[in-house]
């Protein structure tokens, strides 16, 4: 490495210029590289969503579909877990992998399972991953005062134009009503002329289509002749001929379509949204896997500015991801410049010189444009993992500059006489090279074990641990290259000062008097590290620290037979009281949306609320009397009200608890549900509490009695007939005046009670009867929904942690939960947030195992030996003293943020002790005592220790300061990290100076008090 250090010296400026180059690569990679809110890791899962036709019954589905495909997928063994949920029109499977699964094998492999599967006449599947799912990116709301014309608008140019966009998957629009042509039949001449629904949609299709009659031969080619009687107007449509079916024989006359129906046009869509009361469209915009956020943000907001000055219409905002990475990445930077300042202010107290100062400082914008050069190579995102690193590497990264710079300054004081200045700045540097080599190499090698950690750690963590690797090897290059030969150019020779300072006579004086007590000062550390680890019981241990957000979920649910007007109706009384409220800013809905995420479909019956509150206002307050409110508000509906910042994380269920009932008897899982749901609203420590057990919904079971019998009624004849009042017939599309419409064919009254059902009828070989008269209605409960995990049915009820002392609350539940008694057959298991917390502190724990065990066997290769290694890592021992009581002074829990500090302090404060102990081993070679060593070392090594530490801890003041801790992102990298450094960096930095030169002392003799024992045995 010394040659490195020589050969910069001698060729200053091709060294000057190489670090310009890498400076301009970096600053133009910063402009390129792509921004995101964290690193693109796919969750390892897929979604099969299987569509059945109408009427099935969710219990039939579940036997048909659900168990055969999960028996299929248990033999298989591949996949981690399977959760599958039931219902009459769908069946969705989620199966999770193991981290590090190839998706698409896993994708096509089940294919080939659902291929082999007997599945239903007019079934449907589809396989979507997480990304195609979850990567909604933005959503805002555009009203009008002239809605049609906006909705044309959207269709014709705003949403092609949009599509444009690189990066965009796709785009949703909800709000969109469309003209649809209804014909109306009346249904009483309809059966006087013996025509069927059925019967008038075969005889339209036969009129709407071109009829081939033959071909001529005409000048050696053929030309097809074909009559075009296709209908382009309403009248046509009205006056075509319909032939009722014979009877005994005889033909009966053709009716006209309009003489036995009303054709009417109407507006239609399956869903409705509003803002703030106004009708709106919301659009929704997804991005493919590696899709750029900020750029297709700032694409779309460019776009709907654009038009926004041509067209009549408003745009708001309701989630824009693209701002929130700009705001959490300028958040971080302002943190990370924040911190650079106070390092350099640091810098220049110490050296109280204006030119060593920046010389050192150079490293920070070498090494950070470095990483992020490297980054953008690799393909890497700049988010807040890899800023993270960055920032809290900051005070690290001078770390090597300081130490080199220092010493030369010292030998400019002490050699600048006698020698040349590159010679001193070689000698110097090579001096500490091997402290800062070892120190350098320990720092990195204390984030290797993350590389191997799996899961949910590993894969958020590594972008974060190679941002503080790649900044530190860079720092340490310019540390040895760099430094040295700015140094020989820029610093002056000064005339060495005689007297030594306060400080240093002070710690002279401290150091001696502990190694004259030695044992008395290490008993002493080690009764305060035995007294740290007691105040653990008194902290909170969470997996990811969080406060209340600012927005809020609300989820409204009708009964199953609500139509869109009655779930309409009810979502308009939610938005008068959310009008009503002084803590509302704005609030949009979107009406027939299903309230769960994981589905796909429009759901009439149910409407999804999105709040955003006053500045000033949080979530949590307002989660209870907002549901009381609207409970009373809404009676007929059940009402969900969440946290809306905790519905957007991603990753392990942080602070989720999740109750989970087992059994095959539903209704008892049923009672179980609610009565582990009454007991976890008791609990003030929880909110967005919310039972995913749908329970049951009335059916009506069809069937034919004696009488039927008797007339020959069978199952399928019957079917028909129902079926026909109940299923409107959708028609092919028609061209009536130049548009392209959907026609839909359905009688003039709907079944709309018990008693219009029994009163059908239903044409036999008796004639025509009463539905009543040769079938049986019977009233039978059936479930919504049935859920299943890994073959097993399932009731789950979750709810979210309100505090930061996660692990207390679920273990308080978990005792709780096993003194309620349930029904026989139910089983119970409490996980989530308890089970996460234990499975990611294991990983963490044995991540720095494996640190301390790299980092002893680097020492060893330094040093030569086993003895000084030992010592040096005794003063890892030291960091849970300060890291802890800090913790618990500012009332930060133990969280995953903290672990990955404890991690970090492995490598920072081992870095102290090495440049201490080097230079005692130094010492030692030439001649000097134990004691003397020691002393001499602590003397020379204490201005550059101090440097480093205080620099470090004045790098990650401001992260500590730090609040926003309301995303899961921001939660990663939070003060509680900086305050686990800054904690345990402290006390480990001052019980280095003193406590490691008595350890070293007590393992270490004098080689004169050895021979003297020799003597006196001999």
């Known amino acids: 490495m010394i040659k490195l250090t020589k050969w910069s010296l001698k060729n200053g400026i091709a060294v000057f210029l190489l670090c310009l180059l890498i400076l301009g690569g970096g600053i133009f990679s910063s402009s390129t590289i792509s921004k995101e809110i964290m690193p693109d890791v796919t969750y390892p899962a897929l979604f099969v969503q299987v569509t059945t036709p109408n009427g099935t019954s969710a219990e039939v589905n579940e036997e048909r579909i659900t168990k055969p495909f999960e028996e299929q997928l248990n033999a298989s063994a591949d996949a981690k877990s399977v959760i599958s949920t039931t219902s009459s029109q769908m069946i969705t499977f989620q199966i999770e992998y193991p981290y590090g699964t190839d998706l698409d094998k896993s994708s096509a492999k089940l294919e080939s399972i659902i291929n082999g599967l007997s599945l239903p006449e007019y079934t449907e599947h589809n396989i979507l991953t997480t990304d195609s799912m979850m990567n909604t990116i933005m959503q805002f709301a555009l009203t009008s005062d002239q809605p049609d014309e906006l909705q044309m608008f959207l269709n014709d140019t705003l949403i092609p134009e949009m599509k444009k966009t690189e990066g965009i998957a796709s785009i949703d629009v909800s709000g969109e009503s469309e003209n649809q042509w209804f014909i109306q039949v009346d249904e009483k001449k309809a059966r006087d002329n013996g025509l069927t629904l059925q019967a008038i949609r075969e005889a339209l299709d036969m009129r709407n289509k071109d009829v081939s009659i033959g071909a001529i031969e005409s000048e050696g080619n053929t030309i097809p002749i074909s009559l075009n009687r296709q209908i382009h107007t309403v009248e046509e449509l009205k006056k075509t001929k319909i032939t009722p079916p014979a009877t005994l024989g005889t033909p009966a006359a053709p009716v006209e379509l309009g003489e036995i129906a009303e054709i009417e046009m109407k507006k239609e869509g399956g869903d409705l949204s509003r803002y703030n009361g106004d009708k709106a469209f919301v659009i929704n915009v997804t991005k493919e896997k590696g899709g750029n956020t900020v750029e297709i943000t700032k694409a779309v907001d460019k776009l709907l500015n654009q038009y926004e000055k041509q067209e009549n219409y408003e745009v708001f905002s309701i989630m824009n991801f693209g701002n929130e990475i700009e705001t959490s990445i300028s958040k971080l930077v302002k943190e990370g410049l924040f911190g650079a300042l106070f390092t350099v202010i640091v810098i220049a107290l110490f050296l109280r010189s204006f030119r060593a100062t920046i010389i050192s400082i150079i490293s920070l914008p070498v090494s950070i444009f470095v990483t992020i050069f490297i980054f953008e190579k690799m393909g890497y995102s700049l988010n807040v993992m890899t800023l993270g690193g960055l920032a809290v590497a900051i005070g690290r990264i001078v770390d090597d500059s300081i130490v080199v710079i220092e010493n030369i300054d010292r030998w400019l004081k002490e050699q600048g006489g006698q020698l040349a200045k590159k010679e001193i700045a070689r000698k110097a540097t090579q001096e500490v090279m091997k402290a800062i080599a070892s120190s350098t190499l320990v720092t990195c090698i204390v984030f290797l074990p993350i590389v191997f950690v799996s899961g ?235 039972n995913e057990m749908t329970g049951a919904r009335t059916k009506w079971e069809v069937e034919i009695n004696d009488e039927g019998r008797k007339a020959n009624v069978d199952g399928t004849q019957l079917m028909a007939a129902i079926q026909e009042r109940l299923v409107p017939v959708q028609l092919m599309d028609y061209e009536l005046k130049d548009e392209t419409y959907h026609l839909t064919l359905e009688y003039d009254k709907k079944v709309a009670n018990k008693e219009d059902l029994l009163n059908l009828k239903v044409l036999t070989m008796n004639g025509e009867k009463a539905l009543k008269d040769i079938a049986e209605l019977k009233e039978v409960k059936t479930p919504v929904e049935i859920k299943h995990e890994d073959g097993q049915a399932l009731a789950k009820v979750t709810a979210t942690v309100k505090g930061q002392n996660v692990l207390e609350v679920t273990q308080k539940i978990e005792k709780e939960m096993k003194e309620l008694s349930f029904e026989d057959g139910v089983t119970l298991k409490t996980g989530g947030a308890n089970e996460e917390i234990n499975q990611e502190f294991s990983k963490m724990i044995m991540a720095m195992l494996m640190a301390i065990g790299l980092v002893f066997i680097v020492l060893c290769a330094t040093f030569q030996g086993i003895v000084t290694p030992i010592v040096i890592l005794t003063s890892i021992l030291f960091v849970p003293i300060g890291s802890f009581g800090l913790l618990l002074l500012t009332g930060q829990p133990l969280s995953l943020s903290s672990m990955i500090g404890l991690l970090m302090l492995i490598g920072v404060v081992v870095t102290n002790a090495v440049v201490l102990l080097d230079r005692v081993e130094t010492n030692r070679k030439n001649g000097m005592d134990v004691t003397e060593a020691l002393v001499e070392a602590g003397k020379v090594r204490l201005r550059p220790i101090v440097m480093t530490a205080v620099a470090t801890i004045c790098a990650l003041i401001p992260l500590a300061l730090s609040s926003d801790t309301e995303s899961v992102s921001a939660a990663l990298i939070s003060k509680g990290l900086a305050i686990t450094v800054i904690g345990g960096l402290t006390t480990s930095t001052l019980l280095t100076l003193i406590v490691i030169p008595s350890i070293y002392k007590a393992v270490r003799r004098d080689r004169k008090n050895v021979m003297r024992r020799g003597r006196k045995t001999a």
């Open 456 to 690: 949910f750690t590993g894969e958020q963590f590594r972008p974060f641990s190679l941002a503080v690797v790649f900044s530190i090897l860079a720092s340490f290059f310019v540390a040895i290259m760099l430094i040295p030969m700015l140094s020989s150019v820029f610093l002056k020779v000064k005339p060495k000062k005689e007297e030594e300072g306060k400080t240093i006579r002070l710690y002279e004086k401290t150091l001696r008097g502990a190694l004259r007590r030695k044992w008395l000062v290490i008993i002493a550390s080690l009764l305060l590290l035995v007294g740290s680890f007691a105040l653990v019981p008194m902290m909170g241990f969470s997996l990811m620290p969080s406060e209340s957000g600012t927005s809020l979920k609300i989820g409204m649910k009708l009964p199953a037979s609500s139509e869109i007007d009655d779930t309409n109706t009810a979502s308009e009384k939610v938005e008068s009281y959310l009008e009503s409220r002084k803590e509302v800013d704005y609030s949009s809905v979107q009406v027939g949306q299903s309230i769960d995420p994981m589905s796909m479909q429009s759901t009439e019956n149910q409407a999804i609320f999105i709040v955003k509150l006053k500045e000033g206002y949080k979530a949590d307050a307002l989660l209870k009397p907002f549901k009381k409110d609207l409970e009373n508000k809404v009676t007929t509906a059940e009402i969900t009200v969440e946290d809306y910042s905790a519905t957007m994380g991603s990753g392990p269920a942080g602070n989720i608890v999740n109750v989970e009932l087992y059994g095959d008897n539903f209704v008892a899982l049923e009672k179980a549900s609610k009565l582990v749901e009454d007991r976890l609203k008791e609990n003030d420590q929880l909110k967005n509490i919310k």
